[in-house]
Structure formats: C-alpha cells, structure tokens
C-alpha cells in the first residue's frame, strides 16, 4: 500500500512456536488457549513478520526473523518452519534494517548459514546499515539471567561486522520515519512509526506482539517489567485509536495488520483488519 511518500509492505519470513503460557503470562490458558489454540506441547504458532518500507532508493526492513543458523534440536524446539519467498525481496536491495530488538526471533535473520556449515555466518543483506538502540546494544552483549537465551552471545558479536547505526531515544532515521524507545519488554526496545497523510502506521513489535494482546493485561512472561510495559502499550494504543493508526502485528499468524479501537467496555481491540 501507498503510504504519505512510502511504500509499505510486508514479509514473512516463516513460523515457529513458542510455549503458549510463557506468551500470555498472567492470562489464564482457559482464556488464552481459546484465542491461541496450543499444539500438544502447549506451543502456540507465530510468525516472524518484517514491515518493509520504500522510500525511492532506501529500502528499510523492519526486523529479521529467525535465520537459518539452527542445530536440529533448536528446530525442533521451537518447530521452526521457513516461508518459501514470494515477495520478490532481494537482500542486496535493503539498504536499512531496523531492528526492534536483538532477541533472535528478530535479529538472527541479518546472518545466513554459510554453505557448508551449520553455524557459521556471512551477512545475508551485506549493503544494510544496522539500527538499533544503543542501550539495547549494551543490554545484549551483558544480558540478565533471564535473558540470556534470548540473545544469543555469538550473534551480537556477529553485529561488529555490519554496518551498525546506534540510536537513542525517540529519533527521526529518515524523513518521516521514526524509533522511539520502551524498555517494558527489554531493555532498549524500539518500535517503528511510518508518519504520512495525518496519521501513524506503526510497528509495535513485542510490545504488541498479536492481535491476541491488544488488552493491556496481556503481557507475556518474557517481559522484563510489566508495570513499565503497561504505560508503555497504553500510551502506544492510546495514541493509535485517538489517531486512526494501522498497527503491523509482527508475530500474529493470521493477521497482519489492523486499526484500533475500544470494546464495549472500553478496552482495546481490533476494528478494521487489514491485508499489506
């Protein structure tokens, strides 16, 4: 879709599973599991969604799945399953990758399995500037106890070999296309607002994971702070219904997109769904 001066679309670049109880935390599975059906291993199924966004010759890609980069244990772990890609997306044409986070299930995808090797890496979009928040940097390289398996030691030492821009803050990248940082979900997290013709088309990344979590109690166990992650989301999905924002949901499996709006009750939902 035309979006102000851009063109933005999406690409998935696969699904994987994660425990469904970790993903709804506090919900209770008679709740969640109606909304997420679990597999036998109480898994639920997720994608690893990228925003694109063309600005003549820029091309910026918004996260970047999970890679190929996994033993045969992993795979099964987390049931990953790669999207044949029907998107016409060459690696060489993105010059900009922004990265919400270095947690892999969105940062592992900028390094390919070099042939050959099972672990090994070469850059898969070698002509991309990297961005990520600075304080997410540092948070990845010393990560907590209980991130530790979120970010992985090898590929944050891979990022020394791209082309790394660090940000801060809430921050202009290009004209009309902005970072703003929010460190419920990890420290230094950023989400995307693509501004153009009035209104906001965002990508919330883990603070609004799915479509499922747009009730602000339905954080997932993996956050580091709900208390900050809640007045994080409020604000977001406040400022999205006041607005008329479409909302890039980056792991939902089902949909992609959509704008806001309140119940009944006044809690957020999803209103108008959208295909990009």
Do not use: C
């Not at 244990?73 to 029907?86: C, V, Y």
């Not at 950023?190 to 603070?207: C, Y």
Request: no cysteine; aromatic share 8%.
């Amino acid at each position: 879709m035309r979006f102000g001066t851009f063109d933005i679309s999406v690409h998935n670049h696969g699904f994987f599973r994660l425990d469904g109880g970790a993903m709804f935390g506090t919900v209770p599975k008679a709740i969640w599991s109606k909304l997420a059906p679990p597999d036998d291993e109480n898994r639920i199924r997720l994608a690893a969604r990228s925003l694109l966004i063309r600005a003549g010759a820029r091309v910026f890609m918004v996260d970047a799945g999970m890679g190929d980069r996994w033993t045969e244990k992993l795979r099964h772990i987390f049931d990953i399953q790669p999207q044949a890609d029907g998107s016409g997306l060459d690696p060489a044409s993105v010059t900009d990758i922004i990265l919400t986070h270095l947690h892999f299930d969105h940062a592992r995808g900028i390094f390919r399995a070099r042939p050959g090797a099972e672990v090994e890496a070469d850059l898969r979009y070698p002509e991309a500037r990297v961005y990520v928040q600075a304080a997410n940097y540092e948070n990845a390289k010393k990560p907590n106890a209980r991130e530790r398996a979120s970010y992985l030691a090898e590929d944050v030492k891979l990022l020394e070999r791209t082309r790394l821009v660090l940000t801060t803050g809430s921050q202009e990248i290009y004209p009309g296309l902005w970072v703003h940082r929010g460190d419920g979900h990890t420290r230094g997290h950023q989400w995307v607002e693509v501004k153009g013709d009035g209104s906001s088309l965002a990508f919330p990344a883990d603070i609004v994971p799915t479509s499922r979590h747009l009730p602000l109690p339905y954080l997932m166990g993996y956050d580091v702070s709900a208390e900050t992650l809640l007045v994080e989301k409020d604000d977001l999905l406040n400022r999205a219904v006041a607005g008329g924002w479409i909302l890039v949901f980056g792991h939902d499996p089902d949909v992609t997109a959509g704008r806001i709006t309140r119940d009944e009750k006044g809690h957020y939902a999803l209103g108008e769904t959208l295909s990009l």
